[in-house]
Structure formats: C-alpha cells, structure tokens
C-alpha cells in the first residue's frame, strides 16, 4: 500500500514568533493512501506546522514540495488551490446558508438564465456526503448542526475541492465517541481514495486507532516518525515528552499552611464536571491537561466571569458567592488570564495604568487619581519582578511578552490577593523571563499565597507544583503528590489513558 | 495611556486650533459683522444646548457605544416641560420632573445594550424615533409660551455685567466637570479601558455594564437639561425642538478627535471642535445659508473627520515596517 | 483501554439535535408567516371596531402607501444583509423627488428622460455612499449619517425655499400614480415587481448568496475569495437606486415635492425591515419579510387614522417596534445557542 514518494514533503522547516521558536528544522513527509498523525505537547508546535500547511504563515527556513516540486504558498486560497484541505479546530463557515451552499461557498453551479442551480449544487452535495457514507440534510442552515457535523460539512467542502492533502487539527477535540467512530469511517474512505491525511491528535486511543504512521514533534523539534506497528503508546508518550535533566524552576520549600481554596462537585455544564480539589496557603497546586480539558474555564467560574451551574466554592472554609470579578476579588482570589493582549492588558495603557487599574479607585483620593503614588507602585513592583522597560510611563505595547507578562502579575499582586490563579503564565516568554516568572511564583508561596497554575508544560508543572491535579474532558482524572508524578504519568492521564 | 497617544492627541488639536483659525478668517470675509462681540455672543448661545449635550456623548463614545437618542430626549424634554407647565404644575417641580424623564430614558438605552446586549447603534435608533415619538403624543403640534422672566432670562440673557450667556456659564462648568471626570479621576481611566478593551477592563474587576448605563443616564439627563435650556432660549415648548441637532452633536464628537470605535479622544478636543461648527455655521448664516444648507457643510466635516485618519493610517501602514508576529498577538 | 468519560448521546439525543435544523429553519420562514398572522390579527380586531376598514378600497389605500416605502425596504435590505445601514435613504429619495420634479416643471428631458436622471442620480448617491463605507472603510453609521445630513442639505439648497407643485408637473407623469395594470394601481404593480425581481436575484444569483455569505461571516468570506468590498459597495449602489426609483415616484403620488420631502423615511424603513425578519448583524432575511414588515407598519398606520387615534403615535411605534423586534430576535437567537451548546457538545 506504501507509495514512496510522498505527496507533500516538508524539509527543514524552521518558524519564529518574536522570542520564541516554534519550530526548528522539521522534517516530514506526506503519503497518498496514509494517515499520518502528527502529536506533541502543548506549544511543540504542532499548530504552527498546521497553518504552515494552510499558507497562514510562512516558514523563516527550510522547504515545501508537492510532487516534488517547490511551493511557496502565498496564502490560503493558494494551498486550497493546489489541493491541499486544512480542517481547523474550529468550523468557519456561513451560519445562516445552508450546508450545501458552505459546502461550494464561492462555487456555486449556476445555470445561465435561472441563477444559482439549486437542484444541481443540492445534488452535488447529496452525492458528496453519501459518498463520505454521511446522512445529512443539504438543504438546512448551518446554524443549527453540532460541532460535529459542522466539521463534516468542513470534510465535504474539502472533499469536493479534490484535496489530495487533507490536513485535520485535532478534529476530535469536540466529538462525542460516536461521532469519532464516524469520522474515522470517512477518514479511512479518503484514505482509500488516495489522499495524503495530516491527522493532528493528542488522544493515544485514536491515534492508534487510525493511523498508519505516527510523527512526535517535541519542543519545536521533530523527534521521531515510525509506522505505528513499531511504537507504543506508552512509546509515544515518552518521545512528547522526553527526559530532560536540566531544571529551570527553583523550588523553594514554603509552609505550607491552612485550606485557602475548596472547589467542591463544581460543575458547568457541556464544559466541565465534578470538579473538586483544594489549595493551601503556601501551596502551588498544578492543574495539568491539554486544551480543551477545562482548567481554564474552572479558573474563570473561580473568578466569576462565568457561573456554575452546581458545586461550590469555599474560601477558608467558608462558602464564597462569586458573580462577578468584583466578588473574586473581594475574596482574594485573582486571575492571571491565558491571553495577555486580550485580557490582561490594555496594550495601549503605561505600565503604571496598566498595574493600577482593578484597584485605581483605591488610588484616588477626592475621585483623582494620585499619579504618584500610582507611579511608585508600578516603580515598586517592576523593580521587584523585574520588569525591563524604559520606565513606568512605557506602553504596555512595547515591552517583551515577558516583560508584559510580568506586568500583568504586578497589577495583580497590587491588590494584595490571598488566591493567584495563573493561566500559562510562561506561554510565549522567553527562557529567561520563564525562569524569572518562576522564582516569582515560588516567592509568592513562600510568603503564603495560594496558588493554581494552570499550564500545559509538564515540565513547568512537576518543577513547580506541590500537587498535580490532571483534567481530561471536564474532569479530573488524576491527581498526584510531587514526589509520585512524572511526565508520562501526567500526560497518560491528561490523554485518557488508564494509568498505567 | 498618556505616552505614545499624546502626541498624536497635540497633534489633532493643533489641527483643530488650526481649523478654528481658518473657520473665523472665513467668516471675517464673508460678513463685516461677524468679528463682533454680540455675533459672538450670539453664535455661542446657539450653540449650548449642542454642547451640552456633545459632552456626555463624548464619554459614551469613548466607552465604546453611541448614542443617537440625545436630540429626542431633547425634544421629549421641551415637550414635558410644556405640557406640564400648561397644566398649571409649577416650573421648580416641572424641570426636576423633566430631568428624571431624563434619566429614564438614558436608563432604557443602558439596559437594552448592557443586559439584553443588543448594539447600541441600533438601541438608539429606536429611542431616537420612541422620545421624538412620545414628544410629539405629548404636546402634538402645539407650542407653549408665556414662561415666567426668569425663566426665558436663564435662556437667552446674559450673566449681569458681563456679555456670558447663562447657557454658556452651565455649558463651562459641565465642561470643566468632564475634564476633571475624563482626565484625572478614575471613572475616567476606567471609561478609556472600557474603550480600548472590553474584555481585559472586565478582567480586570471593571464593572462595564454598570458604568456604560451609567454613561448612559447621563446622556439622557444633560439631553433633558439641554431641552430645558433650548425651551428657555426659545420661550417655547415644541415637540420639534432639537430636530436635526444629532448631527452637529455627533460632528462635534467625532471631530474632536474621539475615536468612533472608543478608546481615545480629549474634552478639549471635543469643546474646540464644538466651536469650530459653531463658528462655521454662524459664519454660513451671515452670508444668508439657510441652516439645512450649512448641514451640507457640517455632515462633510463628520465624514471627514472619520474618513480622514482612516486613510491616513492605511497610508501609513502601507510603510514598509517590521513585521512582529507573535503566537499570543491577535493581529 | 480509554476512559472516555462522556460517551456518544443516545439516539433521542441525535433526534433533538435532527429537530433543531428543522425547528431553526421553521422559525426562519415562520417570520414571514408570523407578520401575516399579526397583519391578518390587526385587520380583524379593526375591523370589529371599524367595519369601514375592510374594504378593497382601503387595502388599495394601504397598498399604494406601502409602495414607496417598500421599494426603499428593497434597497435597505440589500445593504443590512452585508452587516452594514443606510441611514440617507430618506435623504436620497427626497433629494431625487426635488430633482425630477424640477426636472419635470421645466420639461427640458421630457418625462422619460427625467425619470431616468432620477434613477441615475439615485444610483450615484448609493454610490457616494459605497465609496464611503468601501473604500474609505467609514463605519456605515458614521458615513450614512454624514450623507443623511448631507444630500438633505444640497436638496435644500437645490430647492431654496421653493416647492415643486402638482400644476407644475406634466399630466402623464402624474397618471402614474393614478393609473392601473390590469385593474391594479401601477404603484402597486412596480413596487412587487421589484420587490419580486430583487427577493429572486437575492436568492438565486451568486452575487446574492455571496451578500448573505459576508453578513454571515465576513473573515471566512474573504478566505473563500469573495470580493466583499466589491459587492458591498454594489449594495449601496441597489439602495442608492432603490431611493432613486422611489424618489423619481414620489411627485407623482403626492402631487407636489418640497426640500421636506421623504424626511424621516429611513426611520420607517429601518423599522419595516427589521420587523420583516431582517437580521440587523446582516447574513439572514428576505426582501419578502420586509416587504411584509412594511405593509404591517402601513396597515397599523392606517388603523390608527381610521379609530380616530392620533397619527403623533407614529413615530413612537416605529420607534418601539425597532426596539422589540431587534430584542426579540436577540432573545429567540440566544435561546438556541445556549441549547445548542448543551446538546451541541457534551
């Protein structure tokens, strides 16, 4: 069944984002009549190789060939032009047209005198997704299909683009077990009509299940590509994550002290489920799991941007009622948010502006505001985070992700909290910004605050964390002291392994 | 905040100083009469309930919304102000009454955009339409007069021994208040974050909705005060009073430097902006424009203001720039 | 081996969620039918008071001053449905009424030939318009606003004070309005026409689905290679026309035309195609529904004038209704996205 030279065939590719590098070197190669799944951790750069393949972004290095042939992609509509189909995670299609008219968006059959051929694209669009083994009314808007089916759409639309590369973007993510069953189904059709399949998963099971060679990217690195009767999936895990030595993170030893935090039964639903676990003063709970697996919709019922819709929250002991970022904050409990240009900061605000504002109320007197005492503050907790700028009165817009990073814990410090809950806070900073954010956290801790730090580095996470609680589709599937976690435990029970 | 937007904030206020500059030249030259101190005078009379009503817009635009309600809640206003004053209530009970309708009505826009987060272009198109509505159920075609001295003094007459119309001493004060609110204290540092970034201002403990109706409510009492004022001016409650005010007040705005999509934007920039359409349009009317004509004029310098900058920073983007791309970036 | 926790729905599960496509594209043709129960609830509860109401006479009354308004709603519909406005359209179609009428008084063009400026004067409006919100990327609110304020302006000015008057404008231009197709009033007869042609073209025309497709999604229309600039400037063109047609009918059927002419007329369009089921963020409704809109709020009108009510309620209730009809369909969308988030995924 092999066909030996690959349809597409990327060779030393290399991409950089400011200070990070999310790919370095890459090799790969895609096969007609293969699934080829490609897993990694968290920021290894799976994602960026997927919107290299969609002509979103350019490689710095290396190159593309498609039937041997160099290709410089100038965008998207170029690689669907050549053939090649990007699902991404996330449907883009036109809610209000039916699913036949997403499916030829910008195609539409037409007839010279009457328009738009309904019966034909109808017809076109019925064959399509019977020959997919589908059932699916053509003729409804798209508004009202699952997230499932609205991938299906997707599938069709690249299915009737004569995709001969059909790359997938964790496709799974938001399918129930059925609905997996029926994608393979296809995926295995398109296999079987010679197109070359880019099957990005995170799950063992189903990669296991349906591919036929399997490619780990680790750290921007590609690490190994084997067909899958020579690897396990334990074999698998242990290249994502591989057994490096050096260790980044100073822990320090803090005491650890009375409950601060209780999450009981908490649950929000079709989100997540039965959440419950505990945080001490002094304590650095890590909450692991890939993306998608809820720990940052936990953080944000904690801070009550969003509501539960069962369980509770107990704040030393005593019942807590959040509504809103006002009630969190009253509480102590502050969060460090994933996305720092969209909800950390106000990209255009001074540092000092930035430091200040959930408490510049505070910081006023008469309704003005004291400048300088908001300057000293953002000059106090710059100096001691560290902050590199030209000076407090700098836009936030200028400084490193770092740098930025930092600011947004400074202005959260600021209000003097008892509960941090940190989101990423290392993502898209640089080796030694980490290391600085690091030291900060642990000093933190050992000066009694709270902390859960959510992330989906597992060397971050065992480096810091006295505790791991690991989420999977909404619940917690493990939990682990310091000492018995390990990365392939971590990320065997964040894939939905049973442990091992 | 103030960092790298203050430049270009001097920047667009020179413009405007310049405009200003311009506009009076050309109103020297069209009429001998305009360099006057009572064709000033009477230029900023006409021009006060406009202001007024351009400061509380500028907030709100600012926080990321719009308002196009304000010149019916004027009208609404003069309306229950006639009406209630025809039936015999005394005016120290009518205004106050006036200014709560006011308030309710600035209530309604803030409710339906904040809670049932419908946009407020659209919100303010319906109460547009709603209180010039009710005005007209109201008072009908009617108009009312026979308003007691003191009443019709506060409106046209000036401040004892000096040539400052009363109007211009409330527009003055509120002014000065929205510079104090907007520049130091922190509602207003709250209302550019609102503007700038919703969603970090919400995570950051800023209460939005409850600041946006608040915004709001204030639009609709300085639009009901407005009303009162114009009916003083006037000595007459009409139903159509304020009609076709939404433009200069939205011009002014918009004008003055305030960015339509929210964030940015100065009081002076907007009060220099307010007399820049002032002086334009007295300037038209000395040489015999009929004022729906000025609007051509006034409806251009809208356009403009927003067209400008716009094709302004697509020529500047066009620049070869170095390009920083960023995992975390949303551009 | 795996520990999926949440597992595949059961096949009742599978059926609501089959229900709710069937249910969404229900409440979408439902709308039309909803405004023709409410239209038929209106005419009966007048009728029982009024019984004068119920008459082909009065219909006919009803009809012909829907037409205008409904070929204006034509054009509007075609702008709201790329997720933009046109707030100028009572300026243009007043400002196109002046302009044939004067045209007409002096007969330099014949009335053909002032017919024809008028749609071509229409079209260059819409697209000034076009321009704008296109090219120059003015928000529309901001631009169509600024154009409201503008063209009424030049339409004072082209005026200046004076009135087009029924003495003044040729015989067969005024029999227009007065004359009938097969027993229909022409008026009548041109506003379905178009109403008819643009809810066709709208429907089957690729440049039509491709309008739905930017207000539906204006990021993913751009991958797909849509020329959304393009066809949103076009929009404005058709709603610039639209004015225009109805400006150059407007003396016709009113007899005489002044610089007020059509003032407020965006208010009752707005209102009329918001009722019809047009969906204000663009991507959804038909030029049937606001058709059916604007003969709703017509109807309403005449009601009113017919129990004697006062007409000053009208403003109120086109202001009302815009307010109701946009948070109702807010209301009925967010319904079914929170049941599609719970059924839709886990």
């Known amino acids: 069944m092999t066909e030996i030279s690959p349809v597409l065939q990327l060779t030393g590719i290399s991409k950089r984002f400011g200070a990070v590098q999310a790919l370095i070197d890459v090799d790969l190669d895609l096969i007609a009549n293969e699934v080829h799944a490609l897993v990694g951790e968290n920021g290894a750069g799976k994602s960026t190789l997927v919107k290299i393949l969609a002509g979103i972004h350019r490689p710095d290095a290396g190159h593309l060939e498609l039937d041997g042939h160099e290709l410089v992609l100038s965008g998207p509509a170029a690689a669907r032009h050549l053939g090649i189909a990007v699902i991404h995670q996330h449907p883009n299609l036109f809610p209000d047209l039916t699913v036949a008219e997403n499916v030829f968006a910008g195609r539409l059959p037409r007839n010279r005198v009457r328009g738009v051929d309904w019966g034909r694209l109808n017809r076109a669009a019925e064959k399509l997704f019977a020959n997919l083994g589908v059932k699916q009314r053509v003729s409804v808007p798209v508004r009202g299909l699952s997230v499932a089916d609205q991938q299906l759409v997707e599938i069709a639309k690249a299915f009737s683009l004569d995709a001969r590369v059909l790359v997938m973007d964790e496709p799974t993510a938001a399918l129930s077990g059925r609905e997996v069953q029926r994608l393979f189904t296809i995926i295995r059709q398109l296999r079987g009509r010679g197109v070359a399949i880019l099957f990005v998963d995170h799950r063992m099971e189903e990669v296991f299940e349906i591919a036929d060679r399997v490619s780990v990217l680790r750290d921007g690195r590609h690490v190994i590509t084997a067909p899958i009767s020579e690897l396990t999936p334990a074999d698998a895990i242990r290249h994502m994550v591989g057994r490096r030595l050096e260790t980044l993170f100073p822990k320090g030893q803090a005491p650890i002290g009375e409950v601060a935090l209780e999450v009981r039964g908490l649950s929000r639903s079709g989100v997540f489920a039965d959440v419950s676990f505990q945080v001490r003063r002094g304590e650095i709970v890590g909450l692991a799991g890939l993306v998608g697996a809820g720990r940052t919709e936990v953080a944000r019922v904690l801070f009550g941007i969003d509501h539960a819709d069962a369980g509770e929250i107990l704040v030393t002991g005593k019942h807590a009622d959040i509504k809103s970022p006002t009630d969190a904050m009253r509480l102590g409990i502050v969060y460090v948010p994933e996305d720092r240009h969209e909800q950390g900061l106000v990209l255009d605000f001074s540092i000092s502006a930035n430091v200040s504002l959930p408490i510049v109320h505070r910081l006023s007197r008469l309704l003005m505001i004291d400048r300088a005492q908001e300057g000293r503050l953002a000059a106090d907790y710059s100096k001691q985070l560290q902050v590199r700028s030209t000076g407090v009165n700098q836009a936030a817009s200028g400084l490193s992700g770092g740098n930025q990073q930092k600011v947004v814990i400074a202005k959260w410090l600021a209000t003097k909290p008892t509960i941090l809950l940190l989101d990423e806070p290392t993502q898209g900073v640089d080796i030694g910004a980490k290391a600085e954010v690091h030291r900060i956290i642990s000093q933190l801790a050992a000066q009694g605050m709270a902390i859960v730090l959510i992330s989906s580095e597992l060397l971050e996470v065992l480096g810091m964390a006295d505790r791991i609680v690991v989420l999977h589709e909404g619940r917690v599937a493990a939990e682990f002291d310091r000492d018995e976690a390990s990365q392939e435990r971590i990320m065997a029970a964040a894939t939905g392994q049973a442990e091992a | ?331 | 081996m795996s520990v999926r926790v949440i597992d595949a729905p059961t096949d009742s599960a599978l059926a609501r969620r089959f229900g709710l496509e069937r249910t969404l594209t229900l409440v979408a043709r439902l709308r039309e039918v909803g405004i023709l129960l409410v239209l038929l609830a209106v005419v009966a509860i007048v009728t029982i008071q009024a019984p004068l109401f119920f008459s082909v006479s009065n219909f006919e009354q009803i009809l012909l001053n829907v037409s205008l308004i409904a070929i204006v709603a034509v054009g509007q519909t075609t702008v709201v449905l790329t997720r933009n406005v046109d707030l100028s359209v009572g300026s243009m179609v007043g400002l196109v009424a002046f302009a044939t009428g004067d045209l007409l008084k002096e007969n330099t063009l014949g009335v053909p030939g002032a017919i024809a400026v008028g749609c071509l004067l229409g079209l260059g409006l819409g697209a000034f318009n076009g321009l704008l919100v296109a090219v120059a990327k003015v928000p529309a609110i901001v631009a169509t606003l600024g154009t409201l304020y503008v063209y009424r302006g030049l339409d004072f000015l082209v005026a200046g004070g004076k009135q087009v008057s029924a003495i003044d404008l040729p015989r067969d231009y005024l029999g227009i309005a007065t004359s009938s197709v097969l027993g229909i009033p022409t008026l009548i007869v041109a506003a379905a026409l178009i109403a008819l042609v643009a809810a066709y073209l709208l429907r089957n025309s690729g440049a039509g689905r491709e309008l739905y497709a930017i207000g539906s999604n204006p990021a993913a229309a751009e991958v797909v290679g849509i020329p959304t600039h393009r066809l949103i400037f076009g929009a404005f063109v058709v709603c610039g026309l639209c004015a225009g047609i109805a400006g150059v009918l407007w003396g016709s059927r009113f007899g005489s035309v002044n610089a007020l002419a059509a003032s407020g007329l965006e208010l009752q369009v707005i209102a009329a195609v918001v009722v019809g089921g047009v969906n204000i963020f663009g991507g959804s409704g038909t030029v049937i529904g606001a058709v059916l809109g604007a003969i709703l709020l017509a109807t309403i009108e005449n009601a009113l004038r017919i129990l004697h009510l006062s007409e000053f309620w009208l403003l109120a209730i086109d202001g009302a209704i815009i307010l109701l009809a946009v948070g109702t369909d807010a209301a009925i969308r967010g319904y079914f996205q929170r049941i599609l988030t719970r059924t839709g995924r886990r």
Do not use: C
Request: charged residues 10%; glycine residues 10%.
């Open chain 2, 1 to 331: 905040m103030r960092v790298r937007v203050l430049g270009l904030i001097r920047r667009w206020e020179t413009l405007l100083v310049v405009l200003l500059i311009a506009f009076v030249v050309l109103g020297s030259s069209l009429s001998p009469y305009f360099l006057s101190a009572s064709n000033f005078s009477d230029l900023t009379s006409n021009l006060m309930e406009k202001a007024i009503m351009a400061l509380p817009l500028a907030l709100v635009i600012i926080a990321g919304e719009i308002d196009l309600s304000v010149e019916s809640m004027l009208g609404l206003a003069s309306a229950l102000l006639g009406f209630t004053y025809a039936l015999g209530w005394p005016l120290w009970l009518d205004i106050p009454l006036v200014l709560v309708v006011g308030a309710m009505g600035g209530l309604l826009n803030g409710v339906l955009v904040t809670r049932a987060g419908l946009p407020s272009l659209v919100v303010t198109l319906g109460t547009l339409a709603l209180y010039r509505g009710l005005a007209s159920v109201v008072l009908g075609p009617r108009s009312v007069s026979g308003w007691p001295e003191w009443f019709t003094n506060f409106g046209f007459a000036y401040v004892p021994g000096t040539l400052i119309p009363w109007p211009l001493l409330v527009f003055a004060t509120l002014a000065l208040a929205f510079l104090f609110v907007l520049h130091r204290t922190w509602i207003g540092r709250q209302i550019y974050a609102m503007g700038k970034n919703k969603q970090a201002a919400r995570y950051s403990g800023i209460d939005v909705a409850k600041l946006k109706t608040y915004l709001f409510i204030l639009s609709g009492v300085l639009s009901a005060l407005a009303g009162v004022i114009l009916t003083a001016r006037f000595s007459s409650a009409r139903a159509d009073n304020g009609q076709g005010f939404v433009l200069d007040v939205v011009t002014s705005v918009l004008l003055g430097g305030v960015n339509i999509f929210g964030g940015e934007g100065t009081i002076v920039g907007v009060v220099l902006a307010i007399f820049v359409i002032g002086v334009l349009r007295n300037g038209l009317t000395l040489a015999d424009v009929s004022p729906d004509t000025q609007s051509v004029a006034v409806g251009a310098l809208l356009i403009l203001s927003v067209a400008g900058p716009t094709l302004v920073r697509r020529i500047s983007a066009a620049w070869p720039r170095r390009q920083l791309t960023s995992p975390v970036s949303n551009s």
